[in-house]
T-cell receptor, first 118, second 113 residues
Framework: AQKITQTQPGMFVQEKEAVTLDCTYD???????LFWYKQPSSGEMIFLIY??????QNATEGRYSLNFQKARKSANLVISASQLGDSAMYFC???????????????FGQGTELSVKP | KAGVTQTPRYLIKTRGQQVTLSCSPI?????VSWYQQTPGQGLQFLFE???????NKGNFPGRFSGRQFSNSRSEMNVSTLELGDSALYLC????????????FGSGTRLTVV
């Protein structure tokens, strides 16, 4: 069965510094997708970044980048130049079911609560 | 472009009652999924609907059900509510195909007393 592990329940970072949130995954599938979501206290899950298993380059979206190491089955999120508004829960997720018309579901990790200090 | 809309935002129900939650996906998205989020269990997949058909189902009792309408709007129903059903219920919509992410709504926070 697919599994996502986030080993950091909470993290602190100084404003304007970079921070790495860890994520390891377990799957026997060759094709899969990895996602990071941000969940502020309001509850909404905000999509940050996506990495496909066959993508050769690490994904980047603005201040977010995904450090994808396929052999180690890790997909760490790097946030550069942290801002106070980055304080939130961050979830790593993997899409189970990847073919067209197969549907799919997300398997989530337990999350990392990030606090950005001024 | 409107996002995923969930109603109501907050709900308080009594044990034994039933509840219906609504989700309107992004226009053009035909896949709608539901997730339950609790402090103890985290985020768990409930079910997914596509073109009015349930395509995937998570490991939840039969008290949890859902449906999707022809306009892709979806509802989920929980009958005979239990205290443990108190949770944030999140709906997500997606385009079909590998690599497409899921856009989530703001959720419905259900409290069972």
């Amino acid at each position: 069965a697919q599994k996502i592990t986030q080993t950091q329940p909470g993290m602190f970072v100084q404003e304007k510094e970079a921070v790495t949130l860890d994520c390891t995954y377990d799957t026997s599938d060759q094709s899969y997708g990895l996602f990071w979501y941000k969940q502020p206290s309001s509850g909404e899950m905000i999509f940050l970044i996506y990495q496909g298993s066959y993508d050769e380059q690490n994904a980047t979206e603005g201040r977010y980048s995904l450090n994808f190491q396929k052999a180690r089955k890790s997909a760490n999120l790097v946030i550069s130049a942290s801002q106070l508004g980055d304080s939130a829960m961050y979830f790593c997720a993997m899409r189970e079911g990847f073919g067209y018309n197969q549907g799919g579901k997300l398997i989530f990790g337990q999350g990392t609560e990030l606090s950005v200090k001024p | 472009k409107a996002g995923v809309t969930q109603t109501p935002r907050y709900l308080i129900k009594t044990r034994g009652q039933q509840v219906t939650l609504s989700c309107s996906p992004i226009s053009g998205h035909r896949s709608v999924s539901w997730y339950q989020q609790t402090p103890g269990q985290g985020l768990q997949f409930l079910f997914e609907y596509f073109s009015e058909t349930q395509r995937n189902k998570g490991n939840f009792p039969g008290r949890f059900s859902g449906r999707q309408f022809s306009n892709s709007r979806s509802e989920m129903n929980v009958s005979t509510l239990e205290l443990g059903d108190s949770a944030l219920y999140l709906c997500a919509s997606s385009l079909e195909g590998a690599g497409y992410g899921y856009t989530f709504g703001s959720g419905t926070r259900l409290t069972v007393v």
